[in-house]
């Protein structure tokens, strides 16, 4: 086969950040403690480059490369940029919490971009094989980010258990994969859809795969009963690992379940709609629940995280492009409000003293009523009050449920909200009515200050005009 | 008609700009902070005084209506509107905005500029949900008014005010998530978001049920009826005199607006078959929370208890329209609960927070909200025990107060509908004299009963203001009610002949 290098123009957001990341590891040999922050800048800068080239090879139209094995479309340039700007959030939170705690070494930039690089295949992963080596890709460099802190034994515990289950979410997911391939015959999507559309594979076996793929997928997610590891694992990492983790890879995520049940098994929706109806509504109930139960913020937000995902699955639920775009819509706005959430503790922690306990919000509107200011958006933007996003997030997806003539889990996801309203609610009463229990200024940079502003103020603009963002996710779908 | 600017859009907007930017003043000033408050409340009373006077009262139509587009996908617009029935609850609001600014000008001393921001974003978005004619922009504002309340009785609020926050937001949040559901399925029945669209959709009787009760969770909560009231009690005691004043002034009339604007016209029939339950819940709360009243130690629990039994009034008012509509002996009638719900939903704002506002007067000076710690307050403060016994009448019913015609037209209407009910709603004339009467003869008469109550000073002109301004209110709608039932009658007419038609 012939390969033109301008037939390449697709695949370039990946080859620059692949570049850039060898780079940045190159380069951080060579620095010296006091020049260090080369590193950080280089990674932004790599970033913002990815994100200007995919917006520069965006179209509405669909391109396949590496014959089929590589898609881009308008649904995975969306989901390059919302990955690659949650990234820089993190990378900005990040840096002064490490120096904080002592801990900034260039591996964490290298690390986070290369988990990047493998989120971006994923989303435009046209056959099963890209797909693996992107979540592999990711999941490898996750699993070393975890344990980035190698003197923390929490950290050590929380590396290993990831790990371990990891491993096994991907033999499950392989195996799945092993059987839809052998029932088509073919690693393309394009092509297993094909084959499963024809009505000539025996259903069995394809079921039989399907739901091993979705528990593959809802042990990346970390949906109930598969979410084991998502408390433990958050908790363990060190803060600017765990927003990391608790952002883009959802992101992510989607990109995994949108290309392997919708691309690949379109046409098997109703049997995988009924596997993610019963994993939305355990999740739904055991993460909100268990969150009232927490007094680790980490921990809380990991079950909040829990539950969030129940609503994504809601979305894939409907089985059509307006729930398709509704679940894209909440991954996007939950990626920026959890990487918030996160970057509040990362803010708040400093040398010696790590912030992850719910008490440590007590009186921060005394301490600093900006803060408070924009974490309270947050908050109630993942209680889904308006007139922060979340509630729109959570409105579109209400309204693909429903316009399939499932008001009943309507309502079963507006009952769960409210008992998640509490834990929110008890994090404001922390930060609000509550006096300090520790009075020392907060030493947080400007860039992550500048990063958690701009954070909470998008939760009201987002709130108060979703229709622009809307329309991008709905535009990655009318295709 | 309609102004050549948007007038409802800046009675919205311009206290929530003026509240951002009360709240960016911080708290080095405060008196500039309080300054910039009440310039930016009175502004916006100004301001929307051109939505009466410019009023056409001889049409139901929505007037000074604005329609933008918010959300294309889902046809979801920025549409407002008032009719007879929003335009003297928006004006109530801005009215007594300015009151609780002033209320709260001295005794606020732990970060003013928040308390006054929370205010002042609470006023733009409860005109907000009066002016909303797309469903999804009023929930939009409907639960938005959650958050600044939250944040004001959790703040400024007593010693139990994190509990009583707490059950504030999640008994409303409870009551109207399912109102949300609701909403969204007739979206998809009537593939709009337009309210009014809604009033002529065709639903069977099932869907009307559900969206029935959906709905009653939603307002039943709000209003608050029996058997949900039990967050007002608590949350009245704990808030601070301003928050109290808004909740009971207005937030409570959000509740009884959504029967109006949604129960009764999009699901006519379900509201025909459940009307016995309404009207129950509405006598229980009349006479049931009357004698709940008077056994109150606690003077703002006492007419928290009160409010509620008011606001049953409100309640049976607009549900006893189909008992009457029912009834083929009589002709006429049915208007006249609805209007008298109305009035007593304006009256009641006032009334209720004259009396809010005269607990906090004293709470300020000897902070005690106790009947018992106090009497013989009339020996130290005769201005103040003036404006005290005024208001107490009027919410007592006495005929001459706002109080009266609201209570009188609910009841006359229910002689109408059945001889019973009236009998039972007539109780509160006697309940509502009791528990007010008796707690100002405990608070006011008599002789000085402590060193606290005989050191108190008299109200100061700033409080004389305040409680001088809602009595001129009191009066002149007590004596002259024309003007406010004039207002709302083409929109009242119209909405009891649209909820005559069965949907069926």
């Known amino acids: ?479 | 008609m309609s102004a050549d600017w948007p007038i409802l859009s800046v009675v919205i907007w311009l206290p929530i700009i003026g509240g951002l930017l009360v709240l960016g003043s911080g708290d080095r000033a405060p008196n500039v902070t309080r300054w910039l408050a009440l310039l930016v409340s009175i502004l916006t009373f100004v301001l929307s005084i051109p939505l009466y006077t410019g009023f056409d009262a001889s049409t139901a139509q929505m007037q000074f209506v604005e329609n933008l587009p918010w959300i294309p996908a889902f046809d979801i617009n920025y549409h407002l509107g008032v009719d007879g029935i929003s335009m003297p609850l928006v004006l109530l609001t801005t009215f007594v905005t300015i009151l609780v600014i002033i209320a709260g000008w001295e005794v606020i001393q732990y970060k003013p500029s928040q308390y006054m921001a929370a205010f002042l974003i609470m006023e733009g978005v409860m005109v907000g949900v009066f002016a909303a004619l797309d469903a999804m922009l009023f929930y939009v504002f409907w639960e938005a008014m959650l958050i600044p309340m939250f944040i004001i009785i959790g703040i400024w609020g007593g010693p139990r005010r994190v509990y009583a926050t707490i059950k504030f937001f999640l008994y409303t949040f409870l009551g109207s998530v399912f109102m949300l559901v609701a909403l969204i399925y007739m979206y998809f029945k009537s593939g709009s978001m337009e309210i009014l669209a809604f009033h002529d959709l065709k639903l069977n009787l099932t869907e009307q049920l559900l969206i029935f009760i959906a709905f009653l969770l939603a307002f039943a909560v709000k209003v608050p009826m029996w058997p949900v009231h039990t967050w007002l009690p608590d949350a009245h005691v704990e808030a601070p005199t301003g928050g109290s004043v808004i909740l009971a002034a207005i937030m409570l009339k959000i509740g009884g607006y959504g029967f109006l604007r949604f129960s009764l016209p999009i699901t006519p029939d379900a509201s025909q078959t459940l009307d016995w339950l309404v009207i129950g819940m509405s006598l229980i709360a009349v006479v049931y929370i009357g004698f709940v009243a008077l056994v109150q130690q606690d003077m703002k629990k006492l007419i928290a208890y009160s409010s509620i039994a008011h606001m049953g009034f409100v309640t049976l008012g607009f549900f006893i329209v189909f008992r009457i509509v029912a009834n083929p002996e009589v002709d006429s009638g049915a208007v006249l609960g609805v209007q008298g719900g109305m009035v007593q939903m304006v009256s009641h704002g006032f009334i209720s927070a004259a009396m809010f506002l005269c607990v906090g007067v004293l709470y300020d000076r000897l902070h005690s909200r106790q009947i018992a710690d106090y009497g013989g307050v009339v020996n130290v403060m005769p201005w103040f025990a003036f404006f005290m016994v005024f208001f107490a009448m009027a919410n007592a019913g006495l005929p001459g107060t706002s109080g009266f015609v609201g209570e009188f037209m609910v009841i006359l209407a229910s002689f109408r509908a059945d001889f019973w009910f009236a009998v039972l709603a007539a109780t509160t004339l006697i309940l509502g004299a009791a528990y007010t009467l008796w707690m100002v003869k405990r608070v006011v008469f008599g002789e000085v009963r402590s060193e606290g109550v005989a050191a108190l000073s008299d109200i100061n002109a700033r409080e004389a203001v305040v409680l001088a301004s809602l009595a001129l209110a009191v009066l002149a709608l007590g004596l002259w009610p024309a003007p406010l039932i004039e207002v709302m009658d083409a929109s009242i007419g119209n909405l009891v002949q649209h909820i005559g038609v069965s949907k069926l």
């Not at chain 1, 025996?202 to 009963?225: M, N, Q, R, S, Y």
């Not at chain 1, 883009?248 to 098994?265: E, H, N, Q, T, Y």
């Not at chain 1, 679940?327 to 400093?350: D, E, H, K, N, Q």
């Open chain 1, 1 to 479: 086969m012939q390969y033109d290098l301008t037939s390449l123009q697709p695949v370039l957001p990946e080859l620059f950040l692949l570049g850039a990341a060898c780079l940045v590891l190159l380069v951080d040999l060579f620095l010296s403690p006091r020049t260090r922050m080369v590193g950080y800048g280089l990674s932004l800068m790599a970033l913002l480059g990815t994100i200007a080239l995919v917006a520069w090879v965006a179209g509405p139209e669909r391109e396949t490369l590496f014959a089929g094995s590589f898609v881009r479309d308008p649904v995975a340039d969306v989901l390059k940029i919302a990955l690659l700007s949650i990234g820089i959030f993190a990378l900005a939170y990040g840096r002064g919490y490490l120096l904080g705690q002592g801990i900034y070494r260039g591996e964490y930039f290298i690390l986070a971009l290369f988990a990047l690089l493998g989120m971006m295949i994923m989303a435009s992963a046209g056959s099963f094989l890209t797909l693996y080596l992107g979540l592999e890709l990711l999941a490898l460099s996750v699993y070393a980010l975890v344990a980035f802190d190698r003197d923390s034994l929490k950290g050590a515990e929380a590396a290993m258990k990831y790990f371990v289950l990891g491993a096994l979410a991907s033999g499950m997911l392989l195996y799945g994969i092993s059987m839809l391939y052998g029932a088509t015959g073919s690693l393309i999507f394009a092509e297993v859809a094909e084959a499963i559309g024809s009505g000539e594979v025996d259903e069995t076996v394809l079921v039989f795969g399907l739901v091993f793929v979705v528990i593959g997928i809802a042990f990346k997610f970390g949906a109930v009963p598969f979410h084991m590891w998502v408390p433990d694992v958050y908790h363990g990492a060190p803060t600017a690992v765990t927003l990391f983790l608790g952002s883009a890879p959802k992101i992510a995520a989607f990109a995994l379940a949108l290309r392997l049940l919708v691309d690949g098994a379109g046409s098997l929706s109703a049997h995988w709609a009924d596997m993610l109806t019963i994993l939305a509504v355990l999740s739904l109930a055991i993460g909100n629940v268990v969150a009232i139960a927490q007094s680790n913020l980490k921990r809380m937000l990991a079950y909040s995280t829990i539950s969030h995902v129940g609503f994504i699955f809601l979305g894939f639920i409907a089985a059509n492009d307006k729930g398709y775009s509704a679940a894209l819509f909440y991954t996007v706005v939950y990626a920026l409000t959890a990487a918030g959430g996160f970057g509040l503790l990362a803010i708040l922690s400093r040398r010696g003293f790590d912030a992850e306990n719910l008490h440590d919000l007590k009186g921060l509107n005394e301490r600093s009523p900006w803060l408070a200011g924009m974490m309270l958006l947050i908050l109630f933007s993942m209680a889904g009050v308006p007139p922060t996003v979340g509630f729109f997030a959570k409105l579109f997806v209400l309204e693909a449920v429903v316009s399939v003539d499932k008001v009943w889990l309507a309502g079963v996801a507006v009952f769960f909200s409210i008992i998640g309203a509490f834990y929110y609610l008890r994090a404001v009463k922390m930060m609000y009515f509550d006096k300090p229990i520790d009075d020392a200024a907060i030493e947080a940079s400007l860039d992550s200050r500048m990063a958690f502003s701009v954070n909470g103020v998008a939760m009201l603009l987002f709130g108060l005009f979703p229709a622009g963002l809307f329309e991008v996710c709905r535009a990655a779908f009318a295709g």
